[in-house]
C-alpha cells in the first residue's frame, strides 16, 4: 500500500475537519471546569496530548514501518465488518454483539464482506470493537485513529476525575501518571488491542470500587463493571485477573483500616484477609470458568506463557528478544525465574537496550521510574517506603497490581517491542505509587523545616 494512501488531498482536508470539530467540542466541554482552571487546563491540554500521540502513532506506522504489524490488519478487517453494517446490518449486529459461534455461522450470507475470525478470538474482539470506528472514520485509518482516542480519552478522562476526588491533593502526580506518560500515551492510543485494555480497566477500577466501596449497588454501576470485564476478558484476560486480585486485596485493607483500635486491627487482620482470599478465589475461579481455554487455570497459564516466550525468542522479531531463563510450564519453573520477570516487566527495556526511537523512548522512561524507585528508597530509606505503603490502602493496591502484571508479562514476553506494549495497563500505577510517596515524603520534610 501507497504510504500516501490516506493523505491525499481529501484526506488531509478531512483530518482537519475532525481534528477542528473534536477540539470545539472539547473547549465547549471545558467550560464545565471554568471554577477550577487547573483541572480545565488539565482537560484541554491531555485531550491533545492523546489525539497528538494517536497521530504520532499512525504517522510512524505509515512512514517509518510502512504498515508493518498488526495494526494495519486490524484496520483492514474492522473495514470489512464494518461494511458489513450497510449491506446486511442483521448479520453486522450478530457479530459486533458475538452472538456467531461454529454452530450458527452457516446462517450468516455467503456474500458479506466478513466472516468471524474464530481461530484467534482476542483479534477477532478487536476488529468487532474496532468496527464502529471504521463507519465514523469513513475507513481512514488516521480518521479512525482520532474518532477511536476521543471515545478512549473520555474514559480516561473518567479515570482521572475518579482518582483526584479520592486523592484531591495529588491532582498533578495523578494528571502525570494516568494522562501525560508518554509510552502510554503512544501504544494506548494506535489500533491495536492495548487502548481498549488500559481504558476498560480504568473502568473496571471505577465501577468496582462504586459497587464493592461505596455500596452504591445500581444497574449502571453493575453494567459499566460487566462490559469492561467483557472487553479485558476478549482481549487480555490475565489484565482481569491481576485487576480482581489486586482489587480485593485494596478492599480488604481498607475495611481493614476503618479500625481505629491498633490492637482489634491486628486481631482482626487475618480474619479480614482470609476472608477476602476466598471471596477473591471464588470469583477468580468462576471468571477462569467463564474464559476458558488457555486462562482457565494455572496450569492453563502456564503452558501459554511458556509458549509465546518460546515464540517471541524466534529469529523473526529481528534481534529485540531478550532472555531470563527458559519457561517450562510448572509453578516450580515460574517461581525461579520470577524476580528475572517481575524486574523485566517493570524495568526493561533498559535505555542501552533500545534498538530504535520507538524503544528508547520506553528506555527513557524505565530510566526515570529505576532512578525515582532507587530515590525514593535512598532518601525516605526502606521503613519509610513500608509504612507510606501500608497506610494507603491504594498504594497496596498500586503495588501489587503493577507485581502482578509485571510477574505475568515478563514470564510470557521475551520480546522488547511486545513487552512496551503488554506494560502499558500497569505504567499508570507504578508511577503514582512512587510518586505519591515521594510527594509524601517531601510534604514532610516541609513540614519539619516549618517547625
Known amino acids: 500500500m501507497s504510504k500516501n494512501y490516506f493523505l491525499d488531498f481529501k484526506g488531509i482536508c478531512l483530518i482537519f475537519l475532525y481534528l477542528v470539530f473534536f477540539h470545539i467540542i472539547i473547549l465547549a466541554y471545558s467550560q464545565k471546569y471554568s471554577k477550577d482552571p487547573y483541572i480545565k487546563k488539565i482537560f484541554v491540554w491531555a485531550y491533545i496530548f492523546k489525539i497528538g500521540a494517536g497521530i504520532a502513532f499512525a504517522l510512524i506506522y505509515n512512514f517509518y514501518y510502512n504498515w508493518g504489524g498488526d495494526t494495519f490488519y486490524y484496520y483492514l478487517n474492522s473495514c470489512r465488518l464494518g461494511d458489513v453494517l450497510f449491506s446486511n446490518p442483521k448479520a453486522y449486529f450478530m457479530m459486533f454483539f458475538d452472538m456467531v459461534d461454529k454452530t450458527n455461522v452457516s ?208 529469529d523473526y522479531y529481528h534481534g529485540s528478544t531478550f532472555d531470563i531463563g527458559n519457561l517450562e510450564p510448572t509453578v516450580e519453573s515460574a517461581v525461579s525465574i520470577a524476580p528475572k520477570a517481575i524486574i523485566a516487566g517493570l524495568y526493561r527495556p533498559f535505555i542501552w537496550e533500545a534498538r530504535s526511537v520507538v524503544m528508547l523512548l520506553s528506555g527513557l522512561e524505565n530510566l526515570v521510574l529505576l532512578v525515582l524507585t532507587f530515590y525514593v528508597i535512598l532518601k525516605g530509606g526502606i521503613r519509610f517506603f513500608f509504612k507510606q505503603l501500608f497506610s494507603s490502602p491504594f498504594l497496596i493496591f498500586c503495588l501489587l497490581f503493577s507485581i502482578i502484571m509485571a510477574l505475568g508479562i515478563g514470564l510470557s514476553t521475551s520480546n522488547f517491542g511486545a513487552l512496551v506494549r503488554f506494560k502499558i495497563p500497569m505504567l499508570p500505577f507504578f508511577a503514582m505509587l512512587w510518586l505519591f510517596i515521594l510527594d509524601n515524603y517531601n510534604t514532610r520534610k516541609k513540614l519539619k523545616n516549618l517547625v
Not at 224 to 231: G, K, N, P
Not at 233 to 244: D, E, F, G, T
Request: hydrophobic residues 50%.
Open 107 to 314: 446462517e450468516l450470507p455467503q456474500t458479506i464482506e466478513y466472516f468471524p475470525y474464530f481461530r484467534d478470538p482476542p483479534v477477532y474482539a478487536v476488529h468487532r470493537f474496532l468496527s464502529p470506528f471504521s463507519v465514523i472514520g469513513l475507513k481512514n485509518y488516521y480518521l479512525m485513529n482520532i474518532c477511536l482516542n476521543v471515545f478512549l480519552y473520555i474514559l480516561n478522562w473518567k479515570f482521572f476525575i475518579f482518582l483526584n476526588k479520592l486523592f484531591p491533593e495529588k491532582t498533578k502526580l495523578i494528571a502525570i501518571s494516568v494522562l501525560f506518560i508518554p509510552s502510554v500515551g503512544f501504544w494506548g492510543s494506535g489500533l491495536l488491542k492495548d487502548p481498549f485494555t488500559l481504558s476498560f480497566t480504568f473502568i473496571f477500577i471505577i465501577y468496582f470500587y462504586r459497587i464493592f466501596f461505596e455500596k452504591r449497588i445500581k444497574i449502571k454501576n453493575i453494567l459499566f463493571l460487566i462490559i469492561a470485564s467483557y472487553v479485558i476478558i476478549k482481549l487480555k484476560p490475565y489484565i482481569l485477573y491481576s485487576a480482581l486480585v489486586s482489587c480485593f486485596v485494596w478492599l480488604a485493607f481498607s475495611y481493614l483500616y476503618k479500625i481505629k483500635n491498633q490492637f482489634i486491627r491486628v486481631f482482626v487482620f487475618p480474619f479480614v484477609i482470609t476472608i477476602m482470599a476466598f471471596v477473591g478465589i471464588y470469583v477468580l475461579s468462576n471468571v477462569g470458568s467463564i474464559v476458558g481455554g488457555a486462562y482457565e487455570d494455572v496450569d492453563s497459564m502456564l503452558a501459554k506463557a511458556a509458549s509465546t516466550q518460546y515464540d517471541l525468542k524466534q
